[in-house]
């Protein structure tokens, strides 16, 4: 059962009610001790708000780090307001994704709150990751979708799964793909669309080629676009460009 508020700490205040507008993580932290990503293991994150309000969480609280490049603000519910897409690693569990957003709150002083909303599972085993391609609606149904690789450096497979009636859906997995390697500070590739609809750009498991995937009535189709030399290879792809 996901904890729908952790303890947050206010550090300015303002009216009730606002909308998301920033996410920072903060406070890098080697308790975990990972490592795959250099500085990029998190204490906790703080959310920005456009009333002027900044709130902070930590993750340790619950035996975790976050463990990521950067939050992605994303409007994953359609109502015009962001919700913030995070990656945090458990102790003993491993990388999940977790969704938070602003919510309506009669037991706080100005009515609203930030909460964690939805949550994949867990990997299930400590120091085993998740690297972010991005989310879209990715098949034109209206849902936005998350996408995601587990275990770039070893599973190497694409993940997907849909943001519908405030709770995660697993979508579809598709394996032989990844977009990070151990000691990268950045994720490469990302979601492109030149036309013909959203595609996300990964490499393939040797990083030999440059790959686009769609997703199609819950099946997800791949193929190849290009040589992989290094990041402006994805750069190229993202620009609707061929790599070569």
């Not at 729908?4 to 205040?13: E, Q």
């Not at 989310?135 to 799964?161: C, M, N, Q, S």
Request: proline share 4%; hydrophobic share 40%.
């Amino acid at each position: 059962m996901i904890t729908r508020l952790l303890a947050f700490v206010m550090i300015c205040a303002g009216p009730v009610s606002a909308d998301i507008v920033g996410a920072a993580y903060g406070n890098r932290t080697d308790v975990y001790g990972h490592g795959v990503v250099p500085g990029g293991e998190y204490e906790g994150i703080t959310f920005r708000l456009a009333d002027g309000r900044v709130m902070a969480t930590s993750a340790l609280g619950v035996g975790a780090v976050y463990e990521d490049t950067e939050p992605r603000l994303v409007d994953l519910d359609g109502d015009g307001t962001a919700e913030v897409i995070t990656v945090v690693s458990y102790f003993d569990r491993g990388a999940a994704i977790r969704i938070w957003d602003e919510v309506v709150s009669a037991e706080h002083p100005h009515g609203s709150t930030i909460a964690l909303v939805a949550e994949t599972p867990a990997i299930g085993r400590r120091h085993r990751w998740l690297a972010m391609i991005g989310a879209a609606d990715l098949d034109g149904d209206g849902f936005v979708e998350i996408a995601y690789i587990d275990r770039p450096h070893l599973a190497k497979t694409l993940r997907v799964w849909r943001f519908q009636g405030g709770a995660l859906h697993p979508v579809a997995d598709l394996p032989g793909l990844t977009n990070h390697r151990i000691g990268e500070a950045d994720i490469g590739g990302g979601i492109r669309d030149c036309g013909q609809g959203p595609e996300m750009i990964t490499a393939n498991a040797d990083w030999s080629r440059v790959m686009a995937t769609t997703l199609d009535d819950g099946e997800l189709t791949t193929r190849d676009i290009g040589r992989h030399v290094n990041r402006s290879s994805f750069a190229v792809a993202l620009a609707c460009e061929a790599p070569s």
